[in-house]
């Protein structure tokens, strides 16, 4: 069974950075027929899709977020994370952490339960 | 690639049969999934493939569809089934939702 925990500052003030770390246990990280992904849910935008990496470090960001989203993974702790730069209160949200596997077809099977980052001054 | 539910919300009685309806902008063959989602809690995977049941989801869950139509299908609403439904898209990234259709008691 695997599971997903977030973690990271839960506000952050307009103009700075957002980081968010996922920790999963279990032991598919390493493999190829998964890839993680972040997600995050607001009252404005509903559910958002921002973005994939694969433990190879390959990555796919939401062109909605322009530019401003990066994720880096560590094999060695099980982790990956987030990091989104010059946000607005527009990015006020519950931040999901999950894992998408790609067998047999793409579904996303796994969810941690979520953290809400306000920014505000 | 937007995805279009209907209704947003929906009155129903314990026993009803219900169905959702998740429209895509654009052909995406049978790349759907549903998900369910309570209050405070990470949604959780229904179905995939349209029509495939993720492993432990009741069998009254159904899901149909192919091209731009989909519908998710209840056959006998529960009491624990009162929930947020969403469809999402696997056709192509970025990712997609729909809005979400709110299943409420009657």
């Not at chain 1, 952490?97 to 996303?108: K, T």
Request: with cysteine.
């Amino acid at each position: 069974q695997v599971q997903l925990q977030e973690s990271g500052p839960g506000l952050v003030k307009p103009s700075q950075t957002l980081s968010l770390t996922c920790s999963v246990s279990g032991d598919s990280f390493t493999s190829g027929d998964f890839c993680w992904t972040w997600i995050r849910q607001s009252p404005e935008k509903g559910l958002e899709w921002l973005g994939y990496i694969f433990p190879s470090g390959s990555t796919y960001y939401n062109p909605s977020l322009k530019g401003r989203l990066s994720m880096s993974v560590d094999i060695s702790k099980s982790q990956f994370s987030l990091k989104l730069t010059s946000v607005t209160a527009a990015d006020t949200a519950v931040y999901f952490c999950a894992r998408e596997n790609q067998q047999p077809l793409a579904h996303i099977d796994f969810w941690g339960q979520g953290t809400l980052v306000t920014v505000s001054s | 690639i937007q995805l279009t539910q209907s209704p947003s919300s929906l009155s129903a009685s314990v026993g009803d049969r219900v169905t959702i309806t998740c429209r895509a902008s654009q052909g995406i063959a049978n790349y759907v999934a549903w998900f369910q989602q309570k209050p405070g809690k990470a949604p959780k995977l229904l179905m995939y493939a349209a029509s495939t049941l993720q492993g432990g989801v009741p069998s009254r869950f159904s899901g149909s569809g192919s091209g731009t139509d989909f519908t998710l299908t209840i056959s006998s609403l529960q009491p624990e089934d009162f929930a947020t439904y969403y469809c999402q898209q696997f056709n192509s990234y970025p990712l997609t939702f729909g809005g979400g259709t709110k299943v409420e008691i009657k």
